[in-house]
């Protein structure tokens, strides 16, 4: 048959970490058909990938575009990057499955209004995505916090064996309905009252299906070791894959404590699965809370949505503006978000290069301002810390990307070059592959990624939209260990 699209002449980074090679790739359809030195084969599309990488598309295993998704569903934030798969519902807070009951907390507000908390079952927001396709696949969590705001109206106490069976028993259908996982955020207000009980008591909906459980854990200031043991019991309890959200340490007292916490991950997983995903900047993003201020050494506001001028202004510039201090002003500024520069570069980098981390995002997209994050992360790991510093292979880099995430996840046939793998790929110069997003301008597309294809389909050239949408709402294998 005659392939659809072939890419000609590229070095191929397979995905495996093995070394690249020259080849050919054919597609036909959604699939890669053949990869080799395919000849004079025609195809309807040809791409000269000379002195280019052509590589799986990139998964971006930490998001928050749940409703980005259906309002921005070009994506350009992410497929400008060379991102084919997202993976949302993170930190605790899914779009769907949920209906509110009443008010919801501020944290909800890193995905949308009140009102856009419309689908009652996992499937309906599915179902979303299917009938209004966006450019990248997408791979559904179920978040904690979530699950609460459809059963209780009061956050601040544990939740009641009752209401532990409903969130289950909701975690468990929308499983069926192919969600990959359970994510919970406790270190947030929604679900700090939580103990560790009720975090099993739901999770044990994640038994024997190859679900995971990821967790933005309880701690990341104090007791980042409690906390991780936390996440590991849980993960045991619950005979799921436990996977570590942003690992970082937050405050100067934390500062290099990633040669323990590293220690402490390899011990746990050389008896249970687990994983973890880092974001490559030492600077966090998330809620304005005060509670985050006192451990940031500066504090940058993303977006404010009483005070929209704020938006790309120090805190401290801010409160002493107003005449007040930085609490007071944290308080008139929400609900909103804000940068916090408090993290140690030499963590990011240690992190960065162990061979078991995956690369997430984190990004929050809306806004005025954002962390550049969003539309930056995975051309900087390839560029800047790849390329430039070496902290890791080329390989390596894309294996983080790539075929880490898709065996942590369960995403069947995508993260390798192969036949009749997904024709999810990314092709880059990997000389002029560089993030360009910062924090004065942080919506500033990277340079260097020539082509992102999903599902076969192109849907970004040199960094523009082509306008196709071929992404899906993918549905994990009932059963898949993940």
């Not at 990277?446 to 993918?474: F, H, K, Q």
Request: with cysteine; glycine share 10%; charged share 25%.
């Amino acid at each position: 048959m005659r392939p659809d699209l072939i890419i000609r002449h590229a070095q191929v980074i397979d995905g495996s970490g093995s070394p690249r090679f020259r080849a050919d790739v054919a597609v036909e359809g959604d699939r890669i058909r053949a990869v080799g030195d395919l000849g004079s084969s025609e195809a309807e599309v040809t791409i000269d990938g000379t002195g280019c990488i052509l590589a799986p598309g990139l998964i971006d295993v930490h998001t928050h575009d749940d409703r980005a998704l259906i309002d921005d569903r070009e994506h350009r934030c992410k497929t400008s990057q060379g991102v084919t798969t997202v993976v949302t519902g993170n930190c605790g807070f899914s779009l769907a499955p949920l209906r509110p009951l009443g008010a919801l907390p501020k944290e909800f507000r890193l995905l949308g209004e009140a009102a856009d908390y419309r689908y009652g079952a996992l499937e309906d927001y599915m179902a979303a995505l299917d009938r209004a396709p966006a450019a990248v696949n997408a791979a559904l969590l179920v978040g904690h916090a979530t699950l609460r705001a459809g059963v209780m109206d009061d956050f601040d106490r544990p939740a009641r064996d009752g209401e532990i069976a409903a969130m289950r028993g909701v975690l468990a259908e929308s499983l069926a309905a192919g969600a990959f996982g359970f994510s919970t955020g406790l270190e947030y207000a929604p679900a700090k009252a939580a103990p560790t009980a009720e975090i099993i008591g739901v999770a044990e909906a994640l038994s024997g299906t190859g679900a995971v459980y990821t967790t933005h854990t309880r701690d990341y200031s104090n007791d980042i070791d409690a906390a991780m043991e936390e996440a590991f019991l849980i993960g045991r309890e619950a005979r799921a894959r436990v996977i570590l959200s942003h690992h970082q340490g937050d405050g100067p007292r934390n500062y290099g404590h990633s040669h323990r916490t590293l220690a402490r991950y390899d011990r746990a997983r050389a008896s249970q699965p687990a994983g973890m995903d880092v974001y490559p900047y030492n600077a966090a993003s998330t809620v304005i809370d005060y509670g985050f201020v006192r451990d940031a050494e500066r504090v940058l506001i993303a977006f404010s949505e009483p005070h929209p001028e704020a938006g790309g202004r120090d805190l401290d510039q801010i409160a002493a503006e107003w005449g007040v201090d930085q609490e007071e002003a944290c308080r008139r500024l929400s609900p909103g978000a804000a940068i916090y520069f408090c993290q140690d570069e030499g963590d990011v980098r240690r992190i960065l290069a162990h061979p078991h981390s995956m690369i997430g995002s984190d990004g929050i997209p809306g806004g005025k301002s954002t962390h550049p994050r969003l539309w930056g992360s995975f051309p900087r790991v390839l560029g800047h810390y790849a390329r430039d510093l070496g902290i890791l292979t080329l390989e390596e880099a894309i294996r983080k990307m790539t075929s880490l995430p898709a065996e942590q996840f369960g995403l069947a046939g995508r993260g390798r070059i192969a036949a009749e793998m997904a024709a999810d790929l990314v092709l880059f110069d990997p000389v002029t592959v560089k993030d360009r997003a910062s924090f004065d301008h942080p919506t500033t597309p990277s340079e260097g990624i020539r082509a992102t294809i999903v599902n076969g389909v192109v849907v970004c050239r040199d960094g523009m939209p082509t306008g196709a949408l071929s992404g899906r709402a993918l549905r994990r294998p009932q059963g898949a260990a993940a």
